[in-house]
T-cell receptor, first 110, second 115 residues
Framework: DAKTTQPPSMDCAEGRAANLPCNHS???????VYWYRQIHSQGPQYIIH???NNETNEMASLIITEDRKSSTLILPHATLRDTAVYYC???????????FGTGTRLTIIP | DAGVIQSPRHEVTEMGQEVTLRCKPI?????LFWYRQTMMRGLELLIY????????DSGMPEDRFSAKMPNASFSTLKIQPSEPRDSAVYFC?????????????FGQGTRLTVV
């Protein structure tokens, strides 16, 4: 799996959009970008995944650059419940082994 | 479905004792994973099963750790003998390995403290 790099921490004001970057410059053509988050004391939770097109679901949007070397997870209207550690993972489609890095600790400020 | 169910939620044991962690995956899922999380090492994959067969146990730290999946609805992770450095939160996750994307669902974890 390609290595991913994320900032260790970020703050965002409640109600604003939270933009979480991820660098995956060595990603290969068959690797998807997956995002999970872990709220304190809970197990990780799947958010979204994508290959090269932008994706949106009820939780978030995923923007992947044209060269696929980086991506941004967008939480459009952050709430206090979005405070969590967010993990960006690159993995081959159907590869079940999720290799978690250190993630970004996102704090939503009231 | 109630999701992935792990038991116990908390376990405190003395060094040298045997510890057994249990997991019930989501019904219909055919892959099961055991992870360990510590402050120092983050989330580490220990072992995963597909159709009850261990596929990759390269993350199992040493022979004191063993995992079984006797059927599609139950798995155990055993540590014998336990040591203080085994203290961590252990997560079980399950997914459906088919032709599509495999979203993993995690349990609430078992917090193990070895004293």
């Amino acid at each position: 799996d390609a290595k991913t790099t994320q900032p260790p921490s970020m703050d965002c004001a409640e109600g604003r959009a939270a933009n979480l970057p991820c660098n995956h410059s060595t990603i290969s053509g068959n690797e998807y970008v997956y995002w999970y988050r872990q709220i304190h004391s809970q197990g990780p939770q799947y958010i979204i995944h994508g290959l090269k097109n932008n994706e949106t679901n009820e939780m978030a949007s995923l923007i992947i650059t044209e060269d696929r070397k980086s991506s941004t997870l967008i939480l459009p209207h952050a709430t206090l419940r979005d405070t969590a550690v967010y993990y960006c993972i690159a993995g081959a489609f159907g590869n079940e082994k999720l290799t978690f890095g250190t993630g970004t600790r996102l704090t939503i400020i009231p | 479905d109630a999701g992935v169910i792990q038991s116990p939620r908390h376990e405190v044991t003395e060094m040298g004792q045997e510890v057994t962690l249990r997991c019930k995956p989501i019904s219909g899922h055919n892959s099961l994973f055991w992870y360990r999380q510590t402050m120092m090492r983050g989330l580490e994959l220990l072992i995963y099963f597909n159709n009850n067969v261990p596929i990759d146990d390269s993350g199992m730290p040493e022979d004191r750790f063993s995992a079984k999946m006797p059927n599609a609805s139950f798995s155990t992770l055993k540590i014998q003998p336990s040591e203080p450095r085994d203290s961590a939160v252990y997560f079980c996750a399950s997914s459906y390995r088919g032709r599509g994307h495999t979203e993993a669902f995690f349990g609430q974890g078992t917090r193990l403290t070895v004293v």
